[in-house]
């Protein structure tokens, strides 16, 4: 009897673990990511920077650059914060004096705080290509 009861409690823990994946939903209670367990829309909306050379290329530039960090949730938070308040000057031209010190890439002329909007799997299909860009702040490399 004690062996039927563990045998059931296992195949009942494991089917519950495997739920999220054979279901399609994952969310509460039962999460592949416990962090992300809610529900979340189709599209996505973020907040980085990046840099632009005087021939008008974009420059992706490091998550410790932009914000001081290595965690990206944190960078992100920052620049969300400084353009949801319209202020991004400060950031933008902290970003500006880093890249001034210490990026090898003389021919960088200016940095941008940009709001990035897309359908999330369209994003990671064309690698942003179809993703709505607007420039938050614009300021000069010196």
């Known amino acids: 009897m004690r062996l039927a009861a563990l045998a ?3 195949v009942a823990t494991t089917l ?4 999220p994946a054979v279901t399609g939903r994952d969310g509460f209670p039962v999460s592949s990511h416990p962090m992300y367990a809610t529900a979340r829309p189709p599209d996505a909306s973020f907040v980085t920077a990046r840099a632009t050379t005087a021939a008008g290329q974009v420059v992706s530039l490091s998550i410790r ?4 960090t ?5 960078a ?5 914060r400084a353009a ?3 202020d991004g000057v400060a950031e933008c031209a902290r ?3 880093d890249i001034d010190r210490s990026h090898p890439l003389d021919t960088i002329v200016a940095i941008e705080i940009i709001r ?3 359908s999330v799997t369209d994003f990671v299909r064309t690698d942003g290509a179809d993703a709505r860009v607007e420039v938050v702040t614009r300021c000069p490399v010196r």
């Open 8 to 10: 059931f409690v296992s």
């Open 16 to 19: 519950l673990m495997l739920a």
């Open 65 to 68: 650059v932009i914000g001081e």
């Open 70 to 74: 290595d965690d990206p949730l944190v």
């Open 76 to 80: 992100e938070g920052r620049l969300r």
């Open 84 to 86: 949801d308040l319209h």
């Open 95 to 97: 970003i500006a004096a």
């Open 116 to 118: 990035v909007e897309a």
